[in-house]
């Protein structure tokens, strides 16, 4: 869920929408490479958002509010969430790229940005009640620092970037641009909806589709009952 950062959360502002954009790149890389990644508890104010060397990936955001998602790694954090990932698939060390630069590298960490775009634009719906639509996010090896603008509708942009941290200390950004803005909550109307994981679901569906013999067999016996009232 989208984590408040006060008691009376009535109001949710752009760090909020932040911290729950960080909350879903922790919770999509750490169960991807089945190790800890976090991230900084300093945010930062920053002009402009780039894409940086060595790996990054952008991703722009349109419909309840616009804005640009910047994800920086550096080679040995990417490579480092990249193996973990790859080996916990179930690959051999000895099939694995052994280059930032490799295409397989780009893909797979694509990959992971899509999913922690879907966790992100997810909790968006439920939380915020609104709806946001994204580009395909496209993984990039560079070799120099590449200014980025937001094409979209942003009267009064913010930008800020978050540090995150693997589990061996590599280090990579978040940068994220967007209207200065605030959630004004109204009522509570799907506030307290609990979040379930895919097998949650499919339990929960398989335990309401199963059958029920001891009601079946409990009116059965009502229905003898009813009979031998009636003297048939």
Known sequence: MIVTRADDDTVLTTEDVLLSLCNSVTKVLSAASQSQV?????????????????????????????GLVVINFSAA??????????????????????????????????????????????????????????????????NKQ???????????P???????FTARNNIFYLELAMDKTEFIRLHD???DQEELSPDELIARTKLAQAPQPAATVASANEHDDLLDSLGI
């Open 38 to 66: 976090r991230f900084s508890g300093m945010v930062q104010k920053i002009s402009k958002t780039c894409l940086k060397p060595d790996i990054g990936c952008f991703v722009l955001f349109d419909g309840g509010f616009s």
């Open 189 to 191: 109307e799907g506030r």
């Open 146 to 156: 590449v200014m980025l603008s937001v094409d979209t509708n942003l009267d009064n």
């Open 77 to 142: 954090a990417a490579m480092e969430l990249y193996e973990n990932y790859m080996l916990s698939m179930g690959l051999s060390k000895e099939d694995l790229a052994i280059s930032h630069t490799s295409d397989e590298v780009s893909n797979v960490m694509g990959e992971l940005m899509n999913q922690i775009v879907g966790s992100f634009t997810h909790k968006v719906g439920r939380e915020l009640q609104t709806h946001i639509t994204q580009n395909q996010p496209k993984m990039l090896a560079l």
């Open 158 to 164: 913010e930008s800020r970037r978050v540090t995150f």
